[in-house]
């Protein structure tokens, strides 16, 4: 299957507080195993604090989670055997371009808020989001059953998401809601699902906890059926 960009994002509200990593992105919480792979090919382990550079992929193992913080104060929570690359996060005559791919696994983003001519977009395959809110999650790859290797699945927390497939009208996502690509083909429509609400959003260690452990192929099985007549 060939892959095209996934989402194109573009937030509106909340406010962060600005990150510590002065023009970069760093590791502010971790747990278990999470490699950082440069594009040089280079391996190492991930360590709190240490700064991450334009290129990068974080990839946790199977008992490996990560929150990662950009510039301006946005957060990434890395589920367990995920993998995200961070294309690209710069000021583009003085605009923010930030640029991601999640290439497998599941990730919890909290966005900042966007200027006039900021980018924020999140890749993955076949179809193309449009976030008016700020706090979404993301999952691709995730397996309920041989022919569901590339479904995608997002939920929205804060805010709305405009979903859209190839050649494909755009499906509105609002707080509370979620949807499914299977196979990356066509998007389901949205519905209130009771999962949404099980996944911990959390992603500040000094309010509680914050890794996830919901249970997905089970949630993402319940979905998919739901769907499927």
Not at 49 to 78: F, H, M, N, Q, Y
Not at 165 to 179: H, L, N, Y
């Amino acid at each position: 299957m060939r892959s095209v960009p996934i989402w194109l994002i573009t937030l509106l509200t909340m406010f962060l507080m600005p990150s510590a990593f002065a023009g970069e992105a760093g590791i502010v919480w971790l747990q278990g195993r999470v490699e950082v792979h440069s594009p040089d090919g280079k391996v190492r382990r991930a360590e709190k604090g240490k700064p991450l550079s334009e290129g990068d992929t974080v990839r946790s193992g199977a008992d490996g989670a990560a929150i990662i913080e950009l510039e301006d104060g946005s957060r990434l929570k890395v589920r367990e055997g995920s993998t995200l690359k961070l294309t690209a996060f710069k000021l583009v005559e003085g605009a923010r371009k930030t640029t991601l791919e999640l290439l497998g696994g599941s990730v919890f983003s909290k966005v900042a808020k966007l200027g006039a001519g900021d980018q924020f977009s999140l890749q993955a395959a076949t179809a193309i989001a449009g976030v008016r809110g700020t706090e979404f999650f993301t999952s691709f790859g995730g397996k309920v059953g041989a022919s569901a290797a590339a479904d995608i699945w997002l939920c929205v927390n804060e805010g709305t998401v405009e979903v859209k497939a190839t050649d494909e009208k755009s499906v509105r996502v609002k707080a509370g809601e979620g949807i499914v690509v299977p196979e990356g083909k066509t998007v389901t429509p949205p519905k209130a699902y009771a999962w949404t609400k099980k996944l911990n959003w959390n992603m500040e260690p000094e309010k509680g906890e914050v890794r996830d452990r919901t249970p997905l192929e089970k949630l993402y099985r319940d979905a998919r059926e739901t769907h499927y007549d």
